[in-house]
Every structure is written in structure tokens, then in C-alpha cells.
């Protein structure tokens, strides 16, 4: 059985693009959360998506959008990237309220 | 607010002795926490967590958090530290807040340096 899997690995964008990236929840599970971590950092919660939904939003600026699919896959959006949004995105998913797995990342570097 | 503190930003220790890791959380309510661990260019792995019942919980690896209320801390904790244990640690609380999720809040993490 799989884990999260998350795609790409790496990414390097130049101020101004618009990014996406991609994650696959592990088998059975059906919530999806992004965080974002900043070199140094704990992980900062995005959002949350269940059932296709957002459930929760974190403090994060509405150029960061998502999505979730019915095979509960999901995508990160940034748009008009700036250089602090420079980190380690994480995508972790769970069962319906319980404890989060995460995937490996994807490192995000904007010029 | 919610939140969790990890007093030290790193921890070192020779291989065979114990170690801890401290945190300390703040938050309304019966609190749900948990231990991740994050080696270099990794995501996280999930080490251990509490919900409820008995305060000393046992995890991933070896690895044991104690609970205690009156301090409100969840210190993590191994009776004979490895060298492949070096690593970046995190505490984190579910915070109740916002409607029904399972939001993580994370500390700022402790770097674990074993030493052989």
C-alpha cells in the first residue's frame, strides 16, 4: 500500500508565475490538508478538503487555492508567486478526523 | 489560542543514554497531541500520539511521550539513544477550533544531534 505520494519532487519558479502542485492521499483515505513549511519552521496549516470541499483555511492569502477530486487526490494552486512562498510543501491525509499522514514534500524555490 | 512550545531548538546526546525532548502546549479543552519526526529532505512520520488514558504513551522506534496535565507537557522521551535517531522533532496539537477538522498545530521543532 502506497503512502501520500506527492508531485514534483523539486520546483523553481521565478516571481510572478503560478505553480501547481499535486498530492495522492494514502488508500482509504478521504481528508486532504497542505502545509507549508518555511526553512526553520514547523509546517503552518493551508487549508483542509473533504469531500471535494474546503473545511478549513489557515492564514494563508486567497492566491493560494486548492482542489480535491472524487478519487480524493488534490492540487495546491499558488499564483503570483512571491519569493517567501520559498518552502516545503507538505500534503498530509487522514481518515475522517484522525491523525495525519504526511507525504514527503515538495520544494517549492522561487527566483 | 492554541498552540504548542518547544523550548529548545536543539538536543544533543550521546548514543546509549536517554533522551527527552520537551513540549509544552497551551489550548482549551481535553487536548489531542501528537510527535512527528522529519529527517533531512523528508516529510513527516507520525511517532506517537495521546488522546486520552493512560499519560505515558508509546510509539514508533522506541519512542515514549509522557503526559502530564498539571504542566501541561508532553515531553518525548527514549531510555538509550541511537545515532539514527538524529533528526528534526516536532509536537503538535489538534486544534479545536474552526469547526470539525484535525488542523495541526506544529512547534517551531528540536534538532536532535546523537553523538556516536
Known amino acids: 500500500d502506497a503512502g501520500v505520494t506527492q508531485s514534483p519532487t523539486h520546483l523553481i519558479k521565478t516571481r510572478g508565475q503560478q505553480v501547481t502542485l499535486r498530492c495522492s492521499p494514502k488508500?482509504?483515505?478521504?481528508?486532504v490538508s497542505w502545509y507549508q513549511q518555511a526553512l526553520g519552521q514547523g509546517p503552518q496549516f493551508i487549508f483542509q478538503?473533504?469531500?471535494?470541499?474546503?473545511?478549513q483555511r489557515g492564514n494563508f492569502p486567497d492566491r493560494f487555492s486548492g482542489h480535491q477530486y472524487p478519487n480524493y487526490s488534490s492540487e495546491l494552486n499558488v499564483n503570483a508567486l512571491l519569493l517567501g512562498d520559498s518552502a516545503l510543501y507538505l500534503c498530509?491525509?487522514?481518515?475522517?478526523?484522525?491523525?495525519?499522514?504526511f507525504g514527503p514534500g515538495t520544494r517549492l524555490t522561487v527566483l | 489560542a492554541q498552540s504548542v512550545a518547544q523550548p529548545e531548538d536543539q538536543v544533543n546526546v550521546a548514543e546509549g543514554n536517554p533522551l527527552t525532548v520537551k513540549c509544552t502546549y497551551s489550548v482549551s479543552g481535553n487536548p489531542y497531541l501528537f510527535w512527528y519526526v522529519q529527517y533531512p529532505n523528508r516529510g513527516l512520520q507520525f511517532l506517537l500520539k495521546?488522546?486520552?488514558?493512560?499519560?505515558l504513551v508509546k510509539g514508533s522506534y522506541g519512542f515514549e511521550a509522557e503526559f502530564n496535565k498539571s504542566q501541561t507537557s508532553f515531553h518525548l522521551k527514549k531510555p538509550s539513544a541511537l545515532v539514527s535517531d538524529s533528526a528534526l522533532y516536532f509536537c503538535?496539537?489538534?486544534?479545536?477550533?474552526?469547526?470539525?477538522?484535525?488542523?495541526?498545530?506544529f512547534g517551531t521543532g528540536t534538532l536532535l544531534a546523537v553523538q556516536p
Open positions: 503538535a496539537v489538534r486544534d479545536t477550533y474552526g469547526g470539525a477538522t484535525n488542523k495541526l498545530i
Open positions: 495521546y488522546i486520552t488514558g493512560d499519560n
Open positions: 498530509a491525509s487522514s481518515p475522517t478526523y484522525n491523525e495525519q499522514f
Open positions: 478538503y473533504y469531500e471535494e470541499e474546503e473545511r
Open positions: 488508500s482509504g483515505h478521504d481528508t
